[in-house]
């Protein structure tokens, strides 16, 4: 009877710790899974936006439950006074060593023209838009821009560009329809030619007055071969039945009237009645306002100053 018992006590005893093992070793399983469960269930944002010279807690928007034991921290170099967007990494480590990456974009902005030229590429202009240099031109929403702020490279350019010749061809068209014959004056113009005229313009006014009318090296429409000079290329050419003409129809064609009047404080340059842009139709419209012409530098929010 004794024996008995004991053997009862001893077959007790064994179904205890194998309880103790099951319920310890399911309890670690458990465990496991919620913390690889908590690391997969963080949100990171995917885009953080500061101002330039605003530093901000990047970790701070990251959604995860606070109870846990969770390291982040931040991979790749960006930097808070420095204009740009930079592509980052939040590396999500837990306590069992299980780890994730996940991709975002810092992006440092300016409102301040006189910030960009610090600032790394792509960046945007004050009215938001994205700047593109490639290669050395400068890309404003995908518009090629030259100005007194933005220039091209001096190989940069040979010869007006198909696309412009062919919506001059529609142009001139619809223009000898309606009675007036309108021709490039001066079209393309490489750089080592505007040095020359330049030189010879500086020669003659100053600098001061040669920068009013002439665009120095790399500043000039005209290499770009987007540009040309129609008819008469001076102030005798404003208001002539053919100038209005082209002020009033040219956006149709995609052409833009590079410098109106009244907007010289804007462009750097005085009215010319005579100088065409090529941008296109449909910026070609938004521009023409109706007839209340707005310049490349007001709609896309730049500057046009010499920076020298
Ligand atoms: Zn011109």
């Not at 690391?39 to 530093?55: D, R």
């Not at 790394?120 to 890309?139: A, L, M, R």
């Amino acid at each position: 009877m004794k024996r008995k018992r004991k053997k009862i006590k001893k077959q007790l005893w064994f179904f205890l710790i194998f309880f103790v093992f099951l319920l310890l070793g399911n309890f670690c399983l458990t465990r496991k899974k919620t913390l690889e469960k908590e690391v997969l269930n963080i949100i990171c944002p995917k885009e953080l936006t500061t101002e330039l010279g605003k530093a901000i807690d990047l970790i701070k928007n990251i959604e995860y439950d606070k109870n846990t034991k969770i390291d982040i921290h931040v991979e790749g170099d960006y930097d808070f006074n420095r204009v740009g967007e930079y592509s980052l990494y939040y590396v999500i480590k837990d306590e069992n060593g299980n780890e994730k990456k996940e991709p975002f974009l810092l992006k440092v902005i300016s409102y301040n023209d006189a910030d960009i030229t610090i600032g790394e590429k792509p960046y945007k202009t004050s009215k938001g838009f994205k700047i593109e240099e490639i290669d050395g031109v400068t890309y404003i929403d995908g518009t090629l821009i030259v100005n007194k702020t933005y220039s091209l490279p001096s190989t940069y350019g040979n010869g007006l560009t198909e696309e412009t010749k062919t919506a001059f061809q529609k142009l001139r068209a619809a223009a000898l329809l309606d009675g007036f014959d309108i021709y490039i004056a001066s079209g393309f113009r490489s750089y080592d030619r505007q040095v020359t005229l330049y030189n010879n313009y500086v020669q003659r006014d100053g600098i001061e007055g040669a920068d009013t009318y002439s665009a120095r090296p790399g500043h000039s429409e005209h290499q770009s071969g987007l540009t040309f000079d129609v008819n008469e290329v001076s102030d005798k050419f404003h208001n002539t039945p053919e100038a209005n003409w082209l002020e009033n129809n040219c956006y149709k064609y995609g052409f833009i009237l590079r410098f109106p009047n009244g907007k010289e404080k804007v462009t750097g340059f005085k009215y010319e009645s005579w100088h065409f842009r090529y941008v296109g139709e449909e910026l070609a419209k938004k521009l023409f306002n109706n007839g209340d012409w707005i310049t490349l530098e007001e709609y896309f929010g730049i500057s046009s100053v010499y920076q020298n």
